[in-house]
C-alpha cells in the first residue's frame, strides 16, 4: 500500500512563502509522476502542479511563477515551494502520486482524478 505523508502547511501572512513536503513510501518512487492537488471549502478539487519522472513540470494558470514542484528520488520525497502567497491560495493541499507514470504532467493537472494516491493533506492558510 503506497502512503503519503504531507508535512509544512500552516498560516502565513500575504506575499509569504511556504514549502510542502510529501514522503512516499513505495518504490521505485523515481518511475511515479507526481503532484499537488487543493481543495478549499466549497469548491471542487484543484490540480496545482505535477511532475513527472523525467522531471517534466506543468503548473495551472494561478499558481505559475509563484509555485514550484520538485522532488528528490534519493529521499523518496516531493516537494512544492510556495512564494508571494495569496489568500486564495487557502485550501488543503494534497500529496498524489501516479504510481505507474502513465499520465502526462499536462493531464494529471487538468484532470487530478487521475491520480492514485493520496496523503491526508495537509492545511496552508493565507490571511489578507
Known amino acids: 500500500q503506497v502512503q503519503l505523508v504531507e508535512s509544512g502547511g500552516g498560516s502565513v501572512q500575504s506575499g509569504g512563502s511556504l514549502r510542502l513536503s510529501c514522503i512516499v513510501s513505495?518504490?521505485?518512487?523515481?518511475?511515479?509522476?507526481m503532484g499537488w492537488v487543493r481543495q478549499a471549502p466549497g469548491k471542487e478539487r484543484e490540480g496545482v502542479a505535477a511532475?513527472?519522472?523525467?522531471?517534466?513540470?506543468n503548473y495551472t494558470d494561478s499558481v505559475s511563477g509563484r509555485f514550484t514542484i520538485s522532488r528528490d528520488n534519493a529521499k523518496n520525497t516531493l516537494y512544492l515551494q510556495m512564494n508571494n502567497l495569496k489568500p486564495e491560495d487557502t485550501a488543503m493541499y494534497y500529496c498524489?502520486?501516479?504510481?505507474?507514470?502513465?499520465?502526462?504532467?499536462?493531464?494529471?493537472?487538468?484532470?487530478?482524478?487521475?491520480?492514485?494516491?493520496w496523503g491526508q493533506g495537509i492545511q496552508v492558510t493565507v490571511s489578507s
Open positions: 513505495e518504490n521505485p518512487y523515481s518511475a511515479m509522476s
Open positions: 498524489a502520486a501516479d504510481i505507474y507514470g502513465k499520465a502526462s504532467t499536462h493531464s494529471l493537472v487538468l484532470w487530478p482524478a487521475l491520480f492514485g494516491y
Open positions: 511532475i513527472g519522472s523525467d522531471g517534466v513540470t
